[in-house]
């Protein structure tokens, strides 16, 4: 009878299952999607907080030493724009100083060195008074001069250019964490949603389809053993010798009517 109840009680758990399907499975698997989108969205928070993208506040701002802000994403966009702009600087000084080595060859002490006027110059050292000064006494020295500033300017333009290159490869690697840690999460929140509005349509289904069986009464234990039941045993007994009895009775009383028949003819 335990058993019986206890087989009648998981009925109509196991007939929800079977038509609404596995309610358990699709509950580890939103457990599972769920701590993969946890997991990225972490990666999200220490992303901004690392790099300020994202944030807001023009995009590009994370909170930083003490209560200073900065944003390391836009910190290397204006180091770009920066370094953009010293070097079309510094190539621009490059290109007036290989002028007038140019007209220096062409027309000698009367060669122009306007063009050597430029800001540049100072960072290297050299004022455009001590270039006018040699272009009027010794023309030789200026042109050794002019060529000892360009060969330094030449080696600050390929370092520019290398700096300027890694700052954009750095650029580009972080636009593409950010691209791959924003579809991780949205994959994984699509699934945690999908798997949630399954979970509410399989308890409905569990309580709709569960609700057709029902135990309507749990099996009671009987009070003494089914088997044997002695009087019924014994009444069965008692009337089947009765009706044996009578029932040879009846053939004996034939038995002797016919003789006696027999022996009167």
Same mark, same amino acid.
């Given at each position: 009878?335990?058993?019986?109840?206890?087989?009648?009680?998981?009925?109509?758990?196991?007939?929800?299952?079977?038509?609404?399907?596995?309610?358990?499975?699709?509950?580890?698997?939103?457990?599972?999607?769920?701590?993969?989108?946890?997991?990225?969205?972490?990666?999200?928070?220490?992303?901004?907080?690392?790099?300020?993208?994202?944030?807001?506040?023009?995009?590009?701002?994370?909170?930083?030493?003490?209560?200073?802000?900065?944003?390391?994403?836009?910190?290397?966009? #204006?180091?770009?724009? =920066?370094?953009?702009? !010293? /070097?079309?600087? @510094?190539?621009? &000084?490059?290109?007036?100083?290989? +002028?007038?080595?140019?007209?220096?060859?062409?027309?000698?002490?009367?060669?122009?060195?306007?063009?050597?006027?430029?800001?540049?110059?100072?960072?290297?050292?050299?004022?455009?008074?001590?270039?006018?000064?040699?272009?009027?006494?010794?023309?030789?020295?200026?042109?050794?001069?002019?060529?000892?500033?360009?060969?330094?300017?030449?080696?600050?333009?390929?370092?520019?250019?290398?700096?300027?290159?890694?700052?954009?490869?750095?650029?580009?690697?972080?636009?593409?964490?950010?691209?791959?840690?924003?579809?991780?999460?949205?994959?994984?929140?699509?699934?945690?949603?999908?798997?949630?509005?399954?979970?509410?349509?399989? #308890?409905?289904?569990? =309580?709709?389809?569960? !609700? /057709?069986?029902? @135990?309507?009464? &749990?099996?009671?234990?009987?009070? +003494?053993?089914?088997?044997?039941?002695?009087?019924?045993?014994?009444?069965?007994?008692?009337?089947?010798?009765?009706?044996?009895?009578?029932?040879?009775?009846?053939?004996?009383?034939?038995?002797?009517?016919?003789?006696?028949?027999?022996?009167?003819?």
């Amino acid at each position: 009878m335990v058993l019986t109840n206890a087989v009648a009680a998981a009925v109509p758990e196991a007939m929800a299952d079977y038509y609404g399907g596995n309610f358990e499975a699709n509950q580890e698997a939103l457990d599972a999607a769920m701590a993969e989108f946890r997991r990225w969205d972490d990666r999200l928070r220490e992303f901004r907080g690392r790099t300020g993208i994202g944030l807001g506040l023009s995009g590009d701002l994370a909170s930083g030493r003490g209560d200073a802000l900065f944003g390391a994403h836009s910190v290397i966009k #204006q180091e770009l724009v =920066i370094k953009n702009s !010293d /070097r079309a600087a @510094l190539q621009n &000084a490059v290109d007036r100083i290989d +002028r007038v080595l140019q007209l220096l060859t062409t027309e000698g002490e009367g060669a122009s060195i306007a063009l050597a006027d430029v800001p540049e110059l100072a960072r290297y050292g050299v004022s455009y008074d001590e270039l006018r000064q040699l272009a009027a006494t010794d023309p030789a020295a200026l042109r050794a001069r002019l060529q000892t500033v360009r060969a330094q300017m030449s080696a600050d333009l390929e370092l520019l250019a290398a700096d300027a290159v890694a700052r954009q490869a750095m650029e580009a690697q972080l636009n593409q964490e950010w691209e791959e840690i924003l579809r991780q999460r949205g994959n994984w929140l699509e699934s945690v949603t999908a798997l949630e509005g399954r979970a509410i349509e399989l #308890q409905m289904k569990r =309580i709709i389809e569960g !609700d /057709r069986v029902k @135990l309507v009464d &749990a099996a009671a234990l009987p009070q +003494r053993p089914a088997r044997p039941n002695w009087p019924l045993y014994l009444g069965l007994a008692g009337t089947a010798g009765l009706l044996l009895g009578l029932l040879l009775a009846v053939i004996a009383v034939y038995w002797r009517g016919d003789e006696a028949v027999r022996m009167r003819g």
